[in-house]
């Protein structure tokens, strides 16, 4: 591909200092970028290397101008207001550019069962299974190897990418990514103890998942008991996340890796857990909400902010000491009382 | 569907009391149900909800009667000693009554190969590869793009939902549900050091699963080193598991989702683990061990009794504090003995 | 297969001292061995197994020789230097005269579309699809149901064992092992907040795989954002690992199951990270850093040496009066110091 200063501006809404012209064919980091690289700085931290990058035109913030030409080394800038997200424009732009358009029809090797509703203008790739009454919209594309259950409906313009099983009953809505691997719809899980045996509690309820949903590669969202597992719009789920039955994830919250959300889990708008997080089962967030990596979530919380609750990691000898230490803290304290007490 | 109070009394030995012939067409939480709703209580936290509930019939237990007319909304109740057990029963009379019937047979689209053997009512779905020696038992039925290996069996009655891969050797008994994404029989992870290398170990156990076995979406279980790594009867596994080579699991545990356990760990009978939690390898769990969600488990367990260890979560800022002065600790406690000494 | 001691001294490079010639027709641990097994030891914690095994050969290390009658059951021996090193050595050729040999060529149910290059000398299993531009070498073992992307690379002797995808423009080099539902190249987690909504971030970057690296079951390695994500010869990953984006791990490195590393770490050469550890983005390992199971790394390690950092586990009373306390460690420290003060 081969574009300009001038073009990029007007994908990012940005204007354009120096050449207009010159030509581009690659987006880059700063540090890797050739001179017929696009390249963007975002975070502060890297502000040197805007001296010594080889980039032929960067986006930068308005905030940082105006450079000396020795802090700048490319022969021009393409000025927003927020590089972040004109670097995420840019990469839209870039891969629609790029890849080839999604076909319609039906690959031959796909089986379609009679009753399967399948929208002319959508895709459904090599060896895929598609069952009755399952939907799929305008313009949504299913990779290789996908499963669509019976009575499941894919949203227009949703893509599932490759060996996605959206089993039966469950849906998702309009331009959502389901990345390989993922699972929808398997059952939650849920036994009644009975004479020491585990009885199996079917699973009825299905998986609903609004707009504008990603969910990354071997993330599972379980059915509900009763009734369904809800995803709302704009959620953002990365790989190998755990999402139990009946959770219920509030618009706009994103996940990082290997989070693991138990049963009847109610997560708030527009929060945040990092990878490796555990939310409890049966517990509430509210909204704005976030939870640093690999914390544990035990009880409710009802207020907005930063959570945490890791055990920082120090060379193997010191941590052994404190740890073993940790386990006589209770003791402790109770012998630091005992001095307040001789000693007040 | 349409039933009736008496008619799910017959189903869950229990009786009812009010209207026996009310008609009946949903399964509900309290919360959510409506006049055709059966619902159950079975944790004394929701009883509030008798009073409030719209649904036209509650599987209750005989210890929470009698019921004030004012204590209760519902038009019937059937009355059981264990409603959750009841839910659970129901639930399952309820799945067979709704869904189809599973087909026998061979889907067009499967590959079964040469030498392998699958029962005349057994179903091989869409798309699936049975290799040759493989058995598939009477009643089994393979769901859409499942791989089942060389020599590999399934028991009678087994369910692989869609998407499982039971790697060529291993087995699984009877009325066992394995759901979407789950792996039986990849090599477990062994390697012999050796000029800074890592040599492979060759895999050349198995995997044994016994009956009444679930296990979860994208669960993992590998293959013995030598030996076979082996789940016993009734064990009940969720989703994103990990269970390493020569991993012993007894009869009737269970665990819930994202928990590793490393290879040659052995778990005795009905011992449970909550999500997240690790257990390394080469230990032992005793009977009736119960390991809190996310705890790390670094040494064997010889009694009975629940374990826990996780880092308390608090807001970020205190957090913050506490963690920084845990690194401290040892030296605290040093401090906390010189006072002692002075002040004795 | 039937072998005997001269055998599998030629095998694993060693001596036979006693029958050279006794017929061996299997491999098992000391303690499970039949007088037809050929058994190692290697871990001296084991070596009282040795007075009672029932094994008809041992491999055993030079430095345990001499062994008086009464102390070794076997009625021969393999003396070596490495005796761990042998059993890799042995179970490799033991895997190579019992499994069949790859086949090649393609099965009739898979896809592989025009434009695909597929050596004469590869296989593609059942019911994979192979898009256009993939390459896929000589000796290369392509397991069914896989999915190899457009213009992906498989190397010569490479394994992708069953349901594998490995995604557009992806590559790994030779005598690889990919195991079942192994994700190459699933977008990173990408995402510019903008009003309140997540905006994608497009991933334009693949996944690059060296040599001899092998990659467990359900493991995802995400696509980089611009540059690869590089995976370096004679890596190895156990099963249900997230890879994020731009991640770099040097030759050699090792980590086992349930691990998270985030986007754009760099681990060092030769280090090992045990189950379940988690490591943050943007941070790096030095060569020969070693992390303990479960350990949350936090910030970059620069020195060499095992790093920890978990919570100690205990029955649960315990652990709770501990935890419970940990939340005023910060308040006691400020105590303890008044106590200093007052007691100087």
Known sequence: ?????????????????????????????????????????????????????????????????????????????????????????????????????APCGVHPSAQVEEGAHVHPKAWIGPLCH??????VAEGAVIGP???IGADAVVGAQTRLSASVALMSGCRIGERGILH??????????GFAPHDGQWVKIEQLGAVRIGNDVEVGANT??????????????????DNLIQIGHNVHIGRGSAMAGCVGVAGSATIGQRCTVGGGAIILGHLSLADDVHISAATVVTR?????????????????????????????????????????????
Chains 1, 2, 3 share one sequence.
């Not at 599972?220 to 789920?237: F, M, S, Y």
Request: proline share 7%; net charge neutral.
């Open 1 to 101: 591909m081969l574009t300009t200063p001038q073009s990029i501006a007007a994908v990012v809404n940005g204007r354009v200092q120096g050449d207009p012209l010159r030509a581009l064919s690659s987006m880059a980091t700063l540090s890797a970028a050739t001179p017929e690289s696009i390249s963007f700085l975002s975070n502060p931290r890297y502000r040197a290397q805007l001296t010594t990058t080889r980039a032929g035109c960067v986006i930068v913030a308005e905030r940082v101008l105006p450079l000396a030409p020795h802090e700048c080394a490319a022969a021009s800038l393409v000025v927003v207001a927020d590089p972040y997200l004109a670097y995420a424009q840019l990469s839209q732009w870039w891969a629609a550019q790029c890849r080839p358009p």
């Open 130 to 135: 598609v069952a009755a009454g399952a939907v």
């Open 145 to 147: 190897h996908c499963v």
């Open 180 to 189: 390989p691997g993922v699972v929808i719809g398997a059952d939650g899980f």
């Open 220 to 237: 599972c969202i379980d059915r509900g008991a009763l009734e369904d597992t809800v995803i709302e719009d704009g959620v953002k789920l």
């Open 300 to 344: 409710s919380i009802t207020k907005p902010g930063q959570y945490s609750g890791v055990f920082p990691f120090d060379d193997n000898a010191a941590w052994e000491k404190n740890a073993a230490t940790l386990r006589q803290l209770h003791q402790m304290r109770d012998r630091l009382r005992q001095l307040e007490k001789k000693l007040p």
